[in-house]
């Protein structure tokens, strides 16, 4: 019911900085929290960052001070990476975390189709 579509990646050298776009959208939802996740080859999903609907963020200890989460009012959220390294490649993922409107509070996920980062001389 959430759909998610990234965009914003591509291929920058260390250093350099990117900014990732993530679009919801749906009906009849309610959107708790987005989240943007990394996954380098052969390597398991982790959490980057990540912001509740109120606006409280949180960041990955390997990120902090470098990269930022922040959502608009239209459920486009964000993250800004600046000083960017080699290991920070792979593909990035959008996700949110919804309950249905009228519903239990029971929490859902939805994921984006990724974005591809690669940080190279």
């Known amino acids: 019911q959430v759909q998610l579509v990234e965009s914003g990646g591509g291929l920058v050298q260390p250093g350099g900085s990117l900014r990732l776009s993530c679009a919801a959208s749906?009906?009849?939802?309610?959107?708790?929290?987005m989240a943007w996740y990394h996954q380098a080859p052969g390597k398991e999903r982790e959490l980057v960052a990540r912001i509740t609907k109120g606006g409280i963020t949180s960041a990955a200890d390997s990120v902090k001070g470098r990269f930022a989460i922040s959502r608009d009012a239209k459920n486009t959220v964000y993250l800004q990476m600046n000083s960017l390294k080699p290991e920070d490649t792979g593909v990035y993922y959008c996700?949110?975390?919804?309950?249905?409107?009228?519903?239990?509070?029971?929490?859902?996920?939805?994921w984006g189709q990724g974005t591809q980062v690669s940080v190279s001389s």
């Open positions: 996700n949110a975390a919804w309950s249905k409107w009228g519903g239990p509070t029971l929490e859902y996920e939805s």
């Open positions: 749906g009906s009849g939802v309610s959107i708790n929290a």
